[in-house]
């Protein structure tokens, strides 16, 4: 199994570095002047920029999950097991009628339902 966590933190210190520019974006462009919108604009840039590698980051870190899951594939070559429909002794019924039911002790009827237990009518 690889080692997720360093393209994990790749994709985190990418989506930190977005989130940073588009905060000095932010910062220039609510200054209100033209001076600050030309710096904003000019920023834009870099904004693209960080997307960019972000979503690289995040692109190569699922490519790495990917890589990292079981193969399905051989689910198709394993043969099922059949379950036995035998009773074993001192195991109960899966189905029962309601009279055995209610011949139960309120015990023995709890046990029987948090078991997987259904009655029948």
């Known amino acids: 199994m690889l080692d997720l966590k360093p393209y994990f933190d790749a994709v985190n210190a990418a989506e930190a570095e977005v989130q940073r520019v588009a ?4 910062a220039f ?20 920029d960080a997307q960019q590698k972000h979503a690289e980051a995040v692109s190569l870190y699922e490519a790495m999950q990917m890589t990292n899951r079981p193969n399905d594939v051989a689910k198709n070559f394993v043969p099922i097991a ?11 019924p899966t189905v029962i009628k309601r ?15 948090r078991s997987g237990g259904t009655l029948e009518d």
């Open 29 to 48: 462009f609510r200054e209100g002047t033209d001076d600050g919108r030309a710096k904003a604009i000019e920023m834009r840039s870099l904004l693209d």
């Open 82 to 92: 059949n379950p036995s429909t035998e009773q074993t002794e001192g195991s109960q």
């Open 99 to 113: 009279q055995e039911y209610e011949r139960m002790t309120l015990t023995d009827r709890a046990r029987y339902i």
């Open 23 to 26: 905060s000095e974006l932010d």
